[in-house]
């Protein structure tokens, strides 16, 4: 199985747990740092070279002694508690001591590229336990929020157990979709113009290590934010999917997408309809919004039984 806008795994975690070999990707570093340690982990790693280094007898002391309150300045404690309210100045503290000693511990040689990745994994999914936001990082909420004024705990992201092995591709769609022929590919594009690498610019600097000036009320960084997905650009977005669905080698593909996207269902259809018969599968869920309303949207599961032959008269 194929998931090449794989976020955080979550779909590709349940797929392995399920016996599928999954294939991964994503562009932005944190979201492969989280599939690293849901997929390609399948324990908890031991850190024994670390814990070596530091004195330490298990993983759980490490993270127990990572936990503890720390009152230290830096980067983020200025920028994200100190002038902006995305987490209280003791959470900040601690989760700057937390960043620090990782990226120390990296440039000493003492993580492998797996041990890397599952600490900055689980530094940024214990962060987003305490961090004064409704779901992303492109704004702070006014007020403290309940789970913001919790003190911050480091804890270990749980990698998923399965019976095949599993791979994270850093990278574009198009290109992981490329390595292979798969059984089943799953494809979630952007459907809006919302630009990901700026709703979580904050993960993304913890794991790649990012502290320039960070400009207005999100606290957006003022260079090196990357480049806005093609399907996330209203003149770009139907080039985008064609380029795609012409790399796809697979015996199903599922297509996630929604009412009112930058592609018209209908232009979706009749591109899906090319390569085999199409199902339609109607999800009446709650959509994001920034208001209070109970916004819903008509999601949609487009499922194509690939036939080859079709695609060989092309």
Request: aromatic residues 10%.
């Given at each position: 199985?194929?998931?090449?806008?794989g976020g955080i795994g979550v779909l590709g975690a349940y797929l392995k747990h399920r016996g599928y070999a999954v294939t991964s990707g994503d562009?932005?570093?944190?979201?492969?740092?989280?599939?690293?340690?849901?997929?390609?982990?399948?324990?908890?790693?031991?850190?024994?070279?670390?814990?070596?280094?530091?004195?330490?007898?298990?993983?759980?002391?490490?993270?127990?002694?990572?936990?503890?309150?720390?009152?230290?300045?830096?980067?983020?404690?200025?920028?994200?508690?100190?002038?902006?309210?995305?987490?209280?100045?003791?959470?900040?503290?601690?989760?700057?001591?937390?960043?620090?000693?990782?990226?120390?511990?990296?440039?000493?040689?003492?993580?492998?590229?797996?041990?890397?990745?599952?600490?900055?994994?689980?530094?940024?999914?214990?962060?987003?336990?305490?961090?004064?936001?409704?779901?992303?990082?492109?704004?702070?909420?006014?007020?403290?929020?309940?789970?913001?004024?919790?003190?911050?705990?480091l804890r270990p992201v749980i990698p998923t157990q399965g019976s095949q092995r599993c791979k994270s591709v850093l990278g574009n769609a198009e290109?992981?979709?490329?390595?292979?022929?798969?059984?089943?590919?799953?494809?979630?594009?952007?459907?809006?113009?919302?630009?990901?690498?700026?709703?979580?610019?904050?993960?993304?600097?913890?794991?790649?290590?990012?502290?320039?000036?960070?400009?207005?009320?999100?606290?957006?960084?003022?260079?090196?934010?990357?480049?806005?997905?093609?399907?996330?650009?209203?003149?770009?977005?139907?080039?985008?999917?064609?380029?795609?669905?012409?790399?796809?080698?697979?015996?199903?593909?599922?297509?996630?997408?929604?009412?009112?996207?930058?592609?018209?269902?209908?232009?979706?259809?009749?591109?899906?309809?090319?390569?085999?018969?199409?199902?339609?599968?109607?999800?009446?869920?709650?959509?994001?919004?920034?208001?209070?309303?109970?916004?819903?949207?008509?999601?949609?599961?487009?499922?194509?039984?690939?036939?080859?032959?079709?695609?060989?008269?092309?």
């Open positions: 199985m194929c998931d090449p806008f562009l932005l570093t944190f979201a492969h740092y989280f599939q690293i340690a849901r997929l390609e982990l399948s324990r908890s790693p031991n850190l024994h070279k670390l814990r070596i280094e530091l004195g330490v007898g298990s993983v759980h002391e490490l993270f127990s002694q990572m936990s503890l309150p720390r009152h230290t300045g830096g980067w983020l404690v200025d920028n994200y508690a100190v002038r902006r309210k995305f987490f209280t100045l003791a959470n900040a503290g601690m989760i700057q001591a937390c960043w620090d000693a990782i990226a120390q511990w990296n440039r000493n040689g003492w993580l492998t590229r797996r041990q890397r990745a599952f600490m900055y994994a689980s530094l940024v999914a214990s962060m987003d336990r305490v961090a004064n936001t409704a779901g992303t990082y492109y704004a702070h909420l006014k007020r403290w929020d309940r789970k913001a004024v919790t003190q911050f705990q290109d992981i979709v490329s390595q292979g022929s798969f059984d089943v590919v799953y494809l979630d594009p952007p459907y809006t113009a919302r630009p990901y690498n700026r709703y979580y610019h904050l993960p993304e600097s913890i794991v790649v290590g990012r502290t320039g000036p960070v400009l207005g009320a999100a606290g957006l960084p003022a260079t090196g934010v990357g480049v806005d997905s093609d399907f996330s650009r209203a003149r770009t977005a139907l080039r985008a999917t064609e380029k795609l669905l012409a790399k796809v080698d697979c015996r199903l593909l599922v297509f996630h997408y929604a009412h009112g996207g930058l592609v018209p269902l209908r232009t979706l259809r009749s591109l899906l309809g090319e390569l085999g018969k199409v199902q339609e599968h109607r999800l009446n869920v709650r959509a994001y919004a920034t208001s209070r309303s109970d916004h819903r949207t008509a999601q949609v599961l487009l499922n194509v039984r690939v036939d080859h032959s079709r695609r060989l008269r092309r």
